[in-house]
T-cell receptor
Framework: GDSVTQMEGPVTLSEEAFLTINCTYT??????LFWYVQYPGEGLQLLLK?????DKGSNKGFEATYRKETTSFHLEKGSVQVSDSAVYFC???????????FGQGTRLTINP | GAVVSQHPSWVICKSGTSVKIECRSL??????MFWYRQFPKQSLMLMAT?????????EQGVEKDKFLINHASLTLSTLTVTSAHPEDSSFYIC???????????????FGDGTRLSIL
């Protein structure tokens, strides 16, 4: 079945460090891929998305490229800030389906 | 745009009480709404999918009579936890998508969640 696997957390970095959160997927169709962010006590916010192979999603300094050959959608940011501390979820949506399939989430803590 | 409002944000009630949570799409028509449950430090578990005017489709293992879902309009869905018990305590999150039809891969927009605590 369809699934998403994220790197295990928690991840702790210093401010201005480079961030990578790995995400790989298994899908029977042609999925759209998403990164969502959840700040403490809140719901999820869409961070970025990509709908086809080689698309790059970007927002707020975060980027992720849809790699069909490696079935990956790794999240990167060149210089993290304390305000980036949150839980990040990778997710996929199969074309024609309604349900998002979420990874397990990666908790990110940025220390000043 | 694409704002989803969820209310209440936090509720504490006694065991045996029924609790209703509302999910509203404020600036778009939500043809489909989703209800999730999230346990501490875990991912979201989809409970049910609801299309406006139709009965909700529940995921395996979710009790239909326990978690009543109504999606009577294009901007409002409700989740009622009936006769709630301490094991129902959790963080409940709704999301909504709309426009373009089922196959158009419209993104889901999430509410801020409701923290339910049953004493």
């Amino acid at each position: 079945g369809d699934s998403v696997t994220q790197m295990e957390g928690p991840v702790t970095l210093s401010e201005e460090a480079f961030l990578t959160i790995n995400c790989t997927y298994t899908a029977t169709g042609y999925p759209s891929l998403f990164w969502y962010v959840q700040y403490p006590g809140e719901g999820l916010q869409l961070l970025l998305k990509a709908t086809k192979a080689d698309d790059k999603g970007s927002n707020k300094g975060f980027e992720a490229t849809y790699r069909k050959e490696t079935t990956s959608f790794h999240l990167e940011k060149g210089s993290v800030q304390v305000s980036d501390s949150a839980v990040y979820f990778c997710a996929l949506l199969i074309q024609g389906a309604q349900k998002l399939v979420f990874g397990q989430g990666t908790r990110l803590t940025i220390n000043p | 745009g694409a704002v989803v409002s969820q209310h209440p944000s936090w509720v504490i009630c006694k065991s045996g009480t029924s609790v209703k949570i509302e999910c509203r799409s404020l600036d778009f028509q939500a043809t489909t709404m989703f209800w999730y449950r999230q346990f501490p430090k875990q991912s979201l578990m989809l409970m049910a999918t609801s299309n406006e005017g139709s009965k909700a489709t529940y995921e395996q293992g979710v009790e239909k009579d326990k978690f009543l879902i109504n999606h009577a309009s294009l901007t409002l869905s409700t989740l009622t936890v009936t006769s709630a018990h301490p094991e129902d305590s959790s963080f409940y999150i709704c999301s909504a998508s709309g426009g373009g039809g089922q196959g158009s891969n419209q993104p889901q927009h999430f509410g801020d969640g409701t923290r339910l605590s049953i004493l």
